[in-house]
Each structure stands twice: as structure tokens, then as C-alpha cells.
């Protein structure tokens, strides 16, 4: 009892200084601490660096090449002027009347094509202020527009994107970025026009009541007044990504001869097990030098744009390591059974269901969908796993529900994008959050129970 009370408190103070804006770099070991103490005594330094740091370093180095190839990729393709074409374009043809969607799939096309959610957050807004003030769509609703095109259905739902989130299961489940298809773009579609039609009919009747954009002071930033590269350039690295990502994952990796990764020095694992992150590096490599090769001249100093997306990799990997540190201490505590044979024990003869619940509850719990979905994974992926095959569920089924359930109630209001991105646009929780609420948990948890439906009727596909 003590011990249970004990994660319940620990992962209370969690969410609460997290929400308080503390940083969860020491955060996170503080209340793995605290549970520890509180539940059993047990001894603090070992704990620290044996459990907690050992599996952040475990995390670091199966996905950090990942967070750095694509935070450079993203600052490649902001300084060159590409993310913001690609913008102004879509902006341009779909008009002031269609504000929100234009936000939204701008957001969606360079957050599928690999370039990083909060870099796309900083080069959309000022075009959203712009296109919103224009057709007097109220100011409140720019977080959740660009929410629903990066958090959502490019994060967790279509396949092949080069998202964190959609390349943590490939490892427990020997899957690619492509698992279910056919499934991840109805999941994706259900986020994508359920969010439009949701912030539409919340436009209408904010202008039917006589709002406007508000009265709002901005200092937005100017975009490069030079030459940027046109619409084909600007497209062609996202188009380098997918396509790479598609043929080295299903093609060329799958017909390789990798015996070889049977030998110590290279883990003994699996090919199924490294296929999905090899082929997701191959991809951002490729666009990474596609960039420079093709438009160099387009950027100033490449030399500080490659630094500079290099540092700003650091933060996001390590705030999420830390986290699954966190839940790796967790994990270790003797009333973690009781906890985890609690999740399991739901629906245990449809480990779709249980996975989907455990994956949402941890992802709530750390306000991080890639944190909380590698908890769960660790701890739970090889038991659903084998529930899944004795009971001839694809596990590639299993790889789109962890993927899509990892987006749902990470969403809450402790979750570090969120609060990064209300304030990138100058907005609160109070204006703007209930919206953000319904675009990226209620709708992709309705997504994610279509998928759940589907998948149970007809299997992956």
C-alpha cells in the first residue's frame, strides 16, 4: 500500500513542477528519489546510477542519432528558407478563408517530412498570426491549429514518419515505420478532419458571436527578405525522406544479408530489430545532404546551422531520457507489480486493448508521448508481444496501436510541447488549452479505438 502510494504521490510532483515550467532534467531523478525513499529505503546513489542512468544512457544510445540527424534537418531547412516555402505556399493557394487548414497542413507536410515539431511551431506561427488576423479567426485557436498538424496525425498515425514515437516499437516488435498502413492513414485522416471540423465550427461561432482575432500586441519576427528556394527545392528533401526511408526499410535492408548482427560485438539481435532506426538515418542523411549540396546558396552560414541543430538536439533527447530513467526506477520498485499486473490485467485476452491503455496511462504520466511509450515498451513490449502471437495478432498491429496511443493523453497540460508551444504564441492555458484538449487526445483517442476496432475485425492492413 505504501509503496503503491508512494508512485501515486511521486508522479503527482512530477506532473505538477513539470507544469510549473521546472526543468525535468533534475526533476525527474528528484522524484524517482522520493519513491524510492518512500516505498522501500532503498539506497539512492546505486538506484541513480544503476537503474536511472544506466537505462537513460540505454535510451541515448539506441535513438539519439535519430534526434540529431532530425533536429539538423529541421534547422537546415528553416535557415535555407525551405519550411518557411513550403508554408507561405500552402498559405497562398488555400487563402485567408481556409486560415486554419492552410496552418494545419503546413504544419503536416514538414512535420511528415521529418523536420522538427518545435522548429516548425517557431516558422509557422508568424504566418498563422498574419493569415488568422487576416480573416478575423480568433487568436486563440492558433495553438491548437498548429497542434493538430504536428502533434498528431504525422506524429503517431500516417506511415513512414520519421517521428521518434513511430520508431520506438520497431525495436520491441520487429516492425518498420510502415506497420499497418493502410490503418495509420485512417487513423491519421480520423485526426486530421475530425481536428478541421472541430476548430471550423469553433471559428464560426467565435465570428458568429462578433470575435475577431483579438487585440493583440505582436512583435513577430521577419522572414528572410533574400531569395528562398522555390516550392519544388523547398519539397524535395521531405520527398528524400520518405522515399529513402520507404526503400531502405522495405527493400534494400530487408534483402541484405545481416547474419552478422548475430556476433556479440554487434548485440545479437535481430535485423527486425535495427531495420526500422537504420533506415530512418539512411533517409535523414540523404536529405541532410540534399539541402547542402542543393541549396547551399540559399544558406548563410551553413557551418553555424549545422552547430546550432546539433545543440538543439540535446535538450529534447535528454529531457526524454530522463523521463524513461525515471520510469526505469519506477519500474524497479517491488509495488510496480502491482501497478503493471493491474495494466496487463485489463482485457488480457485482447492485448491490443491492454497495450493501448498501458501506452496512453504512461504517456499521460510523463507528459511525453516517446517517453512514456519506451516505458512501457521496456516493461511491458516482450509480454504483449507473446500474447499477440499465441493469439495470431500481427505484430505490426501492435506497432501502429503503441504508435497512435502514445498521442493521446500525452497531451495534458504538463506536457513540455505543449507548454512550449502556448508559449511560442503568446498564448495561455486558460484561452487555449480546452481546444489543444479535444484536437490531440479526445480525437486521436477516437482514432486510436477505430484502429483498436478495425484491427480486432480485420487484422493489420
Not at 490503418?183 to 476548430?199: D, V
Not at 556479440?264 to 526500422?276: E, F, H, K, T, W
Not at 500474447?387 to 513540455?416: Q, W
Amino acid at each position: 500500500m505504501i509503496g503503491t502510494l508512494a508512485i501515486i504521490l511521486s508522479l503527482a510532483g512530477l506532473m505538477y513542477f513539470a507544469y510549473r515550467g521546472y526543468s525535468v532534467l533534475y526533476l525527474a531523478p528528484i522524484m524517482a528519489a522520493f519513491a524510492v525513499v518512500m516505498a522501500q529505503g532503498g539506497p539512492l546513489l546505486a538506484t541513480y546510477t544503476q537503474v536511472f542512468m544506466t537505462s537513460l544512457g540505454r535510451y541515448v544510445v539506441l535513438f539519439f542519432p535519430i534526434f540529431l540527424l532530425g533536429a539538423i534537418f529541421g534547422k537546415l531547412m528553416a535557415d535555407s528558407g525551405s519550411s518557411t516555402t513550403i508554408a507561405h505556399t500552402i498559405v497562398q493557394r488555400l487563402g485567408a478563408k481556409h486560415a486554419i487548414a492552410a496552418v494545419t497542413l503546413a504544419c503536416g507536410v514538414l512535420t511528415y517530412g521529418g523536420v522538427s515539431l518545435f522548429v516548425v511551431a517557431f516558422a509557422i506561427y508568424p504566418i498563422a498570426a498574419a493569415l488568422f488576423r487576416e480573416a478575423q479567426v480568433p487568436k486563440r485557436l492558433i495553438a491548437a491549429a498548429i497542434a493538430l498538424g504536428s502533434f498528431t496525425f504525422t506524429m503517431t498515425a500516417f506511415p513512414g514518419t520519421p517521428a521518434i514515437q513511430n520508431a520506438i516499437p520497431t525495436r520491441f516488435f520487429g516492425t518498420t515505420t510502415f506497420a499497418a498502413p493502410g490503418l495509420g492513414i485512417i487513423a491519421g485522416c480520423i485526426m486530421l478532419f475530425g481536428g478541421l471540423a472541430w476548430l471550423q465550427l469553433r471559428a464560426r461561432r467565435a465570428q458568429a458571436a462578433g470575435e475577431g482575432y483579438g487585440d493583440h500586441q505582436e512583435n513577430l519576427p521577419q522572414f528572410e527578405a533574400g531569395e528562398r528556394p522555390g516550392f519544388g527545392l523547398a519539397m524535395l528533401p521531405i520527398i528524400v525522406v520518405i522515399g529513402l526511408n520507404a526503400l531502405f526499410s522495405l527493400l534494400i535492408f530487408p534483402r541484405m544479408d545481416l547474419g552478422y548482427l548475430a556476433q556479440q560485438l554487434y548485440g545479437n539481435v535481430q535485423p527486425s530489430a535495427v531495420i526500422g532506426t537504420w533506415a530512418l538515418i539512411v533517409a535523414l542523411v540523404g536529405a541532410i545532404l540534399t539541402v547542402l549540396l542543393l541549396q547551399r546558396r540559399h544558406l548563410r552560414d551553413a557551418q553555424k546551422t549545422l552547430n546550432e541543430g546539433t545543440m538543439g538536439s540535446m535538450l529534447p533527447i535528454f529531457n526524454t531520457a530522463s523521463e524513461v530513467g525515471y520510469g526505469a526506477v519506477i519500474a524497479s520498485l517491488a509495488a510496480f507489480v502491482v501497478v503493471r499486473d493491474f495494466v496487463v490485467g485489463i482485457a488480457p485476452d485482447t492485448p491490443t486493448i491492454s497495450l493501448a491503455i498501458a501506452v496512453n496511462a504512461l504517456a499521460g504520466i510523463t507528459g511525453s508521448a516517446s517517453g512514456g511509450l519506451s516505458i512501457a515498451l521496456d516493461t511491458l513490449g516482450a509480454t504483449y508481444l507473446e500474447r499477440a502471437n499465441a493469439l495470431g495478432i500481427s505484430p505490426e498491429l501492435l506497432h501502429r496501436i503503441a504508435t497512435i496511443a502514445s498521442g493521446g493523453f500525452d497531451s495534458l497540460p504538463h506536457n513540455g510541447a505543449v507548454i512550449s508551444l502556448l508559449t511560442i504564441t503568446a498564448l495561455t492555458h486558460k484561452s487555449s488549452y480546452g481546444d489543444i484538449f479535444v484536437v490531440n487526445l479526445l480525437i486521436p483517442v477516437a482514432a486510436l479505438i477505430t484502429v483498436i476496432t478495425l484491427g480486432t475485425l480485420f487484422g493489420a492492413f
